[in-house]
């Protein structure tokens, strides 16, 4: 049985607008029919309606389809701050990782005088911003967003106007327009090991915390959260997001963005064990399963599915 003092609730955002490829906005159900398949049909959740693809003006290939973003992340904001009204916690399972932008928004703004620590699990840095992106695509790019950073003095890309504004409310959904919703020097990056030289440089000069897989290697994965946690002690709240890519290619069979020398299970089990049951999480998010791209009978569902169900027991 699951933990009842941790009082889940799940929301699916099932949004993909973010991503390059699309099929991402399968997984988060395909997440829910495992966790039904393995015995726990009593689980709650919200589907949000906030997958739209409906781009009718913009035509910038430096923030894609961002004004049908902009409206799925309001809509994902203010689910999670209903529900943490309702004193239950969020877990949020996602399309792709620009779904971030909500999760931790809401998040933000349900706890506006807190001080929020994030702990980004993932094989990307997400550091990007349309003025620095090789691709476009708004999943590279919810930490900049979150934290209110637009890397202007490594500026390669000229964007359009339309853009720039939906990107600026991007970084100030909520009420209370508060941006940044977190400070650099309170996120802490778990198996990085594909950034670009921007995010690289963002990484050195705010000094953010990064476990690379040698370090992992070299350390154990419990000292890695153990000195996660101690990184973050001051934060008065934690939200963990977890992308598919993070694990290891023999692993993320259907995810898009793999790459080499990510976690093993046994690591992904003793990082699902240990953050959710730390008494500071706030939300919990889970992203970029992507169906699919899956070679092996939906494997990656399976394999999230079990991770949360060990994480919550």
Request: charged share 25%; net charge negative; aromatic share 6%.
């Amino acid at each position: 049985m699951l933990s009842a003092d941790k009082n889940p609730h799940f929301i699916i955002s099932n949004s993909d607008i973010g991503a390059g490829k699309r099929g991402a906005s399968d997984g988060p159900i395909a997440v829910k029919d495992e966790l039904t398949h393995l015995g726990y049909p009593m689980l709650e959740f919200d589907i949000l309606e906030n997958f739209n693809i409906q781009t009718q003006y913009l035509d910038n290939s430096f923030g894609k389809h961002i004004e049908n973003l902009l409206e799925a992340m309001v809509i994902l904001n203010d689910k999670v701050i209903d529900v943490i009204s309702k004193n239950k916690f969020p877990i949020i399972l996602s399309g792709d990782h620009s779904n971030a932008i909500g999760g931790l928004s809401g998040l933000k703004n349900a706890n506006p005088d807190k001080t929020i620590g994030v702990i980004w699990i993932d094989a990307h840095a997400d550091l990007h911003s349309p003025y620095t992106t090789p691709t476009g695509n708004i999943h590279g790019m919810p930490l900049a967003a979150l934290a209110g950073i637009d890397n202007q003095e490594l500026k390669k890309n000229e964007v359009a106007e339309d853009v720039i504004y939906y990107w600026n409310e991007l970084k100030n959904i909520g009420i209370h327009n508060i941006s940044p919703k977190f400070d650099l020097k309170n996120l802490v990056f778990i198996g990085v090991r594909d950034a670009e030289d921007q995010e690289w440089a963002i990484i050195e000069k705010a000094g953010i915390i990064t476990f690379e897989p040698d370090d992992i290697r070299a350390k154990g994965i419990k000292k890695i959260l153990t000195e996660t946690l101690q990184c973050l002690s001051h934060c008065d709240l934690l939200y963990i997001s977890f992308d598919a890519d993070s694990l290891d290619p023999e692993i993320s069979t259907g995810t898009g963005t793999t790459s080499p020398d990510g976690l093993n299970i046994e690591q992904a089990e003793i990082i699902f064990k240990t953050l959710m049951s730390n008494p500071k999480i706030g939300a919990f998010e889970i992203t970029e399963v992507n169906p699919n791209l899956d070679t092996n009978d939906k494997a990656m569902a399976k394999v999230i599915s079990n991770l949360l169900i060990k994480g919550l027991n």
